[in-house]
């Protein structure tokens, strides 16, 4: 809904979405839900497969004590980003939508095929977040869909060559 109050207030009729992650499965949602106001997408290190062990899996890894305790530097990246006050409120608050998402999943496997947007799915190949298996099967239910797999690439979007990430976008949104 954020995103097309926002498109409201720019008086924007239709956009093109690059989504990193999660942002890249609401594009999808979007393109689902609203086909009209979705011109083309990319998603970078999307998980598209969701089912109930996975979402707590994926909300399993979103606990700020044992993100404090064994990784102190992303800890800080996020108080940094969301304030001492706030981070494990949006951790907490992500973890719920994940498990909602497991439970109430609104894009499954057999609705990818309605998306008749253009998409351009990209996975690193060291993700361990994201499957190969899951992005090419959904690869192949998009009617209009491209993937690129970027080598040496884990989940982290601070660890992505931005040389090559910018071409590919940059490539697929002006064909």
Aim: aromatic content about 10%.
């Amino acid at each position: 809904q954020q995103v097309l109050d926002w498109m409201t207030e720019m008086s924007l009729e239709t956009i093109s979405i690059a989504g990193y992650s999660l942002g890249g499965y609401i594009a999808l949602y979007l393109a689902h839900t609203f086909p009209e106001k979705i011109e083309k997408i990319v998603t970078l290190g999307t998980k598209l497969y969701w089912d109930r062990s996975v979402a707590e899996k994926e909300a399993g890894k979103l606990n700020p004590e044992v993100i404090q305790d064994r990784f102190p530097e992303y800890a800080a990246q996020l108080i940094a980003k969301h304030t001492a006050e706030n981070w494990k409120t949006v951790l907490a608050k992500t973890a719920g939508l994940f498990l909602h998402i497991g439970q109430f999943n609104p894009l499954g496997f057999d609705t990818f095929s309605n998306i008749t947007c253009p998409v351009l799915l990209i996975v690193g190949d060291r993700d361990r977040s994201v499957t190969f298996v899951e992005t090419t099967t959904v690869f192949k239910e998009l009617p209009q869909a491209q993937l690129a797999v970027l080598p040496q690439t884990r989940h982290a979007f601070c660890e992505v060559d931005m040389v090559l990430l910018s071409y590919l976008i940059t490539s697929f949104i002006n064909l």
